[in-house]
């Protein structure tokens, strides 16, 4: 009866009510941000619509940025300073790291992990010049995604 | 569509009288498995049913378009002139004469002429019934009623259905034949099929179609003498250029290579200056910038040199892509320096404009994509440039150019090379599976389109678009003091990762030439990066794998 992933306030409807669980994740922050951290991408996104709190935590960069160097060693620290600059690592995963994974899966190797995240840096950079100053007047940004340059990281593969 | 035969009456309508032609005809096409017409031969006539399909259907349109009824194969008109319908090249010059009015010398010569070019394209090529078909197309433009009478005397042909495969490759027929007419300065033979080319265009669809047009286009301006403005508006190019960039991986290939031999040749460096020959919308340096910032030991001092065409309107737009530069170097932690300089050719340059520091306090690269072909339209362009380059002491020169032959000295050579290498750019772009803002497309086919234009139909100091292959870049860098740099499996990696991400991926293909990157697509390679230092000095670059 112990209910993990339900939001707080809902008494269970059935037997055993009044009697509040004896373990509620969402008071035991830490380790939820350690389960969260070993979630994939799909999984923290459909996990930050649970609860405002789960939200607040699923939007925290470093979430994402382990999500980003998961497979790889990890980066040196200057690292972290431009990709915060250039827009942070939930923009980075979502935008370029998950893409160009799921594109290049077929022709995956394990030693080109580090070189795919390199390149999802280099078009994250690209992306940020493009978003500023926006000299093309036929720009256009739709949510989250990409400026037109990269758009073809958004099209869907028939894979 | 079947037409219920007529009897035709015995005016004008012998059978094949002339055997000349038929012999030509037979002569021509040997391998068109030389079946008659069983319909027609029942008449008399000894013609081939491929060839009258193809007048047939023409005339079909012609029909269509002038509404002129004939399905039961009447004429309606009491105008009729007879010709013998078997006797094709005949009764087209006749046309011809009478509808062209004095300017046609109604003499056979004329026809031989056209025959004899025809021909002279090998293979299975030349049908005289596609010279014959301008002559349809003038007069359906001009809608006579002799036109129409002819037309009912050849009415009563069976219909075949055109295969659009058998279309296309008459129209890359047509395109050489005309190119060919140009060639010989045969200006009204090229005329009558670059109309032609027009009506075979528009049974294509695609990338054929797209690519037929724009040659078709080019011919015309080339026999009209009507040239396109000269491409004054850089900003118009440099937008166009962007939609390139956007819809195929042509410039993002060429960026990340030259960036990756640039970062090879900067590794130990403190101070680095690249100068960019053509700095357009800066598009290449946010990723050197990116790979700079994240060098382990810390990124070096950059500077930014870049050069550009001066602007109609006066407005800087080199200061304005540097001022974009700087603000994203402030975002990364790079200490950033820029300077534009606006030139009309690279020729204009003199190094010691540029402020080169010693290269013991500063590593210098040179940077030129796309940038050097235009310069072999002036003489002593290129000498000039190269000689610039190696006073500026660069550590290494990176050059990106298409590899494809379009400055050879013979017009059809040209044409030739031109209608293949832009074929299959088109081919790569509607295999793109580009489904976003068609826009995007129309506007890369646009830039392509511009430069076949100036290709086909500019000559001298306005033919920029000289592009040379690789091996002759080579030699010219050889010779005026480089060695090549081999650009490293980093770079292969790097570019077999990006083309990979590209929805069409599996087209796209890199290719290792002597240390020169080649992207291609399937077996036809289309552009070539390559590197360069001066000979005699320490490369250095080779080491460095750590880097990115």
Known sequence: ?159 | MKRDHQEISGSGSKPAESSSIKGKLWEEDPDAGGMDDELLAVLGYKVRSSDMADVAQKLEMLEKVMGTAQEDGISQLGDTVHFNPSDLSGWVQNLLIEFNGPTTTPDPNFNDDSEYDLRAIPGVAAYPPVKSDPGLENTRKRAKTESSSSSSSTTNRPVVLIDSQETGVRLVHTLMACAEAVQQDNLKLADALVKHIGLLASSQTGAMRKVATYFAEALARRIYRIFPPDSLDPSYNDKLEMHFYETCPYLKFAHFTANQAILEAFSMANRVHVIDFGLKQGMQWPALMQALALRPGGPPAFRLTGIGPPQPDNTDALQQVGWKLAQLAERIGIEFEFRGFVANSLADLEPEMLDIRRPEIEVVAVNAVFELHPLLARPGGIEKVVSSIKAMKPKIVTVVEQEANHNGPVFLDRFTEALHYYSTLFDSLEGSGVAPASQDLAMSELYLGRQICNVVACEGMDRVERHEPLTQWRTRMETAGFSPVHLGSNAYKQASMLLALFASGDGYRVEENNGCLMLGWHTRPLIATSAWRLAGTESGSELTQELS
């Open chain 1, 1 to 159: 009866m112990v209910q993990n992933h339900h939001c707080e306030g809902h008494e269970t409807v059935g037997e055993n009510k009044g009697k509040r669980p004896k373990f509620f994740i969402n008071d035991h922050v830490d380790i939820l941000i350690e389960i969260l951290k070993r979630l994939d991408g799909r999984s923290l996104c459909v996990a930050a619509s649970v609860c405002h709190l789960w939200c607040t935590i699923a939007r925290n960069d470093s979430l994402w940025e382990n999500l980003c160097f998961r497979h790889v060693s990890p980066p040196p620290s200057s690292v972290r300073s431009v990709v915060l600059a250039l827009g942070g690592y939930k923009r980075l995963y979502t935008g370029y790291v998950r893409p160009v994974r799921s594109r290049l899966g077929r022709m995956r190797k394990a030693s080109w992990a580090r070189d795919e995240v390199q390149l999802s840096l280099s078009l994250f950079c690209v992306d940020y010049y493009e978003r500023l100053g926006g000299s093309n007047s036929s720009r256009r940004l739709v949510g989250e995604s990409s400026p037109l340059s990269l758009m073809f990281l958004c099209k869907p593969v028939n894979v």
